[in-house]
């Protein structure tokens, strides 16, 4: 499956370090994702940008900062991170986050595991 | 309040023994339903969906689901697995447009 794809597939880090995980998708879609899966619990969904367009935050700490040039791009950038924050990152895409009433399926990259020193 | 209930956390099951995964949701609205298989060290993918019509789902792998909106249910099947199918598989819900997923749930398949 190569329709999302996620850079790196590994990364160590220290608390003081500023890395950024790459999602980029090849599906046309305009919506992307960002969610975090930590073991033995739900995927917690991050942030959602549809058409570039930041339309959701879950209440996400300011050490994690996305950002979407274009359609097909999506970076996280890591800054000051805690331990607390190793877990797996996953990158969705979808053809839209579209309104209510519809369900368009997501789509994901294969995750970029993050260990926090 | 968890909006999707995985009931079972880990189910070991023997080589081409069926196996079933409970799946049940809390919402009172029109819902679309998901089922995706994670492998080791890999993404999410997608199993099957349900957003209308026919309540038994059929999907990738020889695997099915079937609605039951009574007992807002969503429950994964399939009639014979194989060692490929030890994976955790998540059931995830659309409501007012926000897709929610389960705990997951660890196959474990043994020969």
């Known amino acids: 499956e190569t329709g999302v794809t996620q850079t790196p597939r590994h990364l160590v880090m220290g608390m003081t370090n500023k890395k950024s995980l790459k999602c980029e998708q090849h599906?046309?879609?305009?919506?992307m994702y960002w969610y975090k899966q930590s073991a033995k619990k739900p995927l917690e969904l991050m942030f959602v940008?549809?058409?570039?367009?930041?339309?959701e935050n879950n209440s996400v700490p300011s050490r994690f900062s996305p950002e979407c040039p274009n359609s097909s791009h999506l970076f996280l950038h890591l800054h000051t991170l805690q331990p607390e924050d190793s877990a797996l990152y996953l990158c969705?895409?979808?053809?839209?986050?579209?309104?209510?009433?519809?369900?368009?399926?997501?789509?994901f990259g294969p995750g970029t595991r993050l260990t926090v020193l | 309040a968890q909006s999707v209930t995985q009931l079972d956390s880990q189910v070991p099951v023997f080589e081409e023994a069926p196996v079933e995964l409970r799946c049940n949701y809390s919402?009172?609205?029109?819902?679309?339903l998901f089922w995706y298989v994670q492998y080791p060290n890999q993404g999410l993918q997608l199993l099957l969906k349900?957003?209308?019509?026919?309540?038994l789902v059929k999907g990738i792998n020889g695997f099915e689901a079937e609605f039951n909106k009574s007992q807002t249910s969503f429950h994964l099947r399939k009639p014979s697995v194989h060692i490929s199918d030890t994976a955790e598989y998540f059931c995830?819900?659309?409501?007012?447009?926000?897709?929610?997923f389960g705990a997951g749930t660890t196959v474990t398949v043994r020969a």
């Open positions: 940008y549809n058409f570039k367009e930041q339309t």
């Open positions: 599906l046309g879609h305009n919506a």
């Open positions: 349900y957003l209308s019509g026919s309540t």
């Open positions: 919402s009172s609205v029109s819902v679309y």
């Open positions: 995830a819900v659309t409501i007012k447009n926000k897709l929610s």
């Open positions: 969705a895409s979808s053809q839209a986050h579209a309104p209510q009433g519809r369900a368009d399926t997501q789509y």
